[in-house]
């Protein structure tokens, strides 16, 4: 590997011009690797460090399939709890709060941040989830207590520095990104930190990728004996609680929902090898690893929630799905079965014009558009319908206002949302916690994407557990709603299972 072909960027001169107004000017040291596989370098660099996180474009479109990062947080992590919000610096407790509004102000994008045009993706920010009932912090909703009470509703760290790898160029970037004036961190000694860390990326990049392969093949992946998975409702619970939601729809109250079961089951293996293992089984555009003190969060989501790149805001919405074909010919005619579905394609058409409503609350008159509509897009268990709505956001529009005309996602709740949201509570047994939430990045620039967790395990406890969902229309057949749950559960169960 030529160590000679590393490029610093910017130059000294645009370091200083740009920092005459900027607060952050971040610092990228970049190298073509061909192939580079971040998730072998996480696991060399980050694997046992709490507060860490890797994000992978999988298998997608080339809009949502780029770029993977990983990083871990280095001074801030914001923590909210049902209504109260705590700010620690590097472990110490620095600020409190007992709303929620006031904290969430702090993943604003900040205040002059410009965009720099030789990084034209996220250079540092926050990075976090944000679970599903946080959606009572923007709406009045019942609050469901949750079972998983030592899991926050969200957790947000602040990243300055972080491995971002573009699949496009085949470049691998490490960056930096400190407040000018607080940290005194002139050029010279951020480039100086990049060749540092770049001297050791090259000892990691040059070891045998044998050892890498030998160390990844399963370990900690083996259940205990006791590992029977459990549902939090029977066929026949689940069943009922569609007829329950189809006669809410026949009142009027509703025009479709989504319905979830949980599974769990006893775990005491490696989070990490559970995440390579979902992402293989599973490959998706936004698969990612967050794992913190107390629990982890394994993803392989197939569904962006909300994307922010400058003044642009987009979300892709999915909904309607069929299991995949075994054969090439079985699976041609399901897909084309799920394209050509009177109730699939009514079910998706509401969802894209509640999203066209949620992204106008935001939006500069007359600019949402929907981009893509009705795509089919192939998954390894499940085929779906995919659309993309974009526009250009309002003046002045912070993150706690696209959070709130956005979170959570209508695909997961259901239309009209807030009185699905009602539903949800009184049809659903326990706390969705992390599941149907979001997670991704703020950027201190206009930069954020969210997913949707979907297809994610949340391992907290010695216990591993998982939501699926399906969503529920007039016409729905309450036996093929259950067995959809159990379709998109595939995944997750072949990624815990013994093999």
């Known amino acids: 590997m030529k160590k000679s072909s590393l490029h610093i960027l910017p130059d000294r001169n645009t370091f200083d011009r740009l920092a005459a107004t900027s607060p952050r000017v971040p610092v990228c040291g970049q190298q073509k690797i061909p192939g580079c596989d971040l998730s072998k370098l996480f696991q060399k660099l980050l694997l046992n460090t709490e507060n860490s996180f890797l994000f992978e474009s999988g298998k997608g479109p080339k809009e949502t399939a780029r770029y993977s990062l ?147 093949s399963g370990a900690g992946l083996r259940p205990t004996s006791s590992n029977q998975l459990r549902a939090n409702l029977s066929r026949v619970d689940y069943i009922e609680r569609v007829e329950k939601a189809k006669n809410y729809i026949r009142e009027g109250d509703i025009y479709q929902t989504n319905l979830a079961q949980k599974f769990e089951m006893h775990f005491e293996g490696n989070s990490f090898q559970l995440y390579r293992k979902l992402a293989q089984v599973n490959p998706s555009p936004f698969s990612g690893y967050l794992n913190f003190r107390n629990f982890s969060l394994v993803s392989s989501s ?13 979300t892709r919405p999915i909904a309607g799905t069929r299991p995949r074909g075994h054969e ?49 897009e192939k998954y390894s268990h499940v085929s779906h319908i995919v659309s993309n709505i974009t526009g250009n956001l309002a003046r002045g529009t912070r993150v706690y206002d696209i959070l709130k005309s956005v979170f959570p996602g209508g695909t997961i709740t259901g239309c009209p949302k807030i009185r699905c949201m009602e539903i949800i509570s009184e049809l659903e047994p326990v706390a969705r916690g992390p599941y149907s939430g979001s997670f991704g990045y703020i950027g201190f620039g206009p930069y954020m994407d969210l997913n949707i967790i979907i297809r994610s395990i949340v391992v907290c406890d010695k216990t591993a557990g998982f939501h699926v969902g399906a969503g529920i229309v007039a016409d729905s057949n309450p036996q093929k709603e259950y067995q959809e749950t159990l379709d998109k559960a595939t995944a997750m169960m072949q990624a815990l299972s013994h093999h």
């Open 70 to 216: 990983m990083g871990n947080a280095n001074s801030k992590i914001l923590e909210i709890k049902g209504q109260q919000a705590r700010l620690f610096h590097k472990g110490v407790l620095v600020s409190e709060w007992d709303q929620p509004e006031s904290a969430l102000h702090l993943l604003n994008f900040e205040d002059n941040v410009r965009q720099v045009d030789y990084l034209p993706h996220f250079w540092g920010g926050w990075v976090g989830f944000i679970g599903y009932e946080a959606s009572a912090w923007f709406e009045s909703l019942p609050v469901k207590k949750s079972p998983e009470s030592n899991l926050p509703d969200l957790l947000f760290m602040e990243i300055e520095q972080l491995f971002l790898y573009d699949h496009l160029t085949a470049e691998l970037k490490f960056i930096l990104s400190p407040k000018i004036e607080e940290t005194g961190r002139h050029y010279d000694n951020l480039c100086e930190e990049t060749r540092r860390v770049w001297k050791y990326l090259y000892r990691i990049l040059e070891d045998t990728s044998e050892k890498l392969n030998s160390e990844n």
């Open 328 to 376: 090439e010919e079985e699976d041609r005619a399901l897909s084309a079965e799920l394209l050509s579905s009177p109730k699939e394609r009514a079910e998706h058409l509401m969802l894209v014009d509640l999203e066209r409503n949620d992204l106008g609350r935001i939006c500069c008159d007359g600019s949402v558009r929907v981009t893509d509509f009705m795509l089919l």
């Open 302 to 314: 197939p569904e962006r929630l909300v994307k922010v790149h400058g003044h642009r805001v987009e």
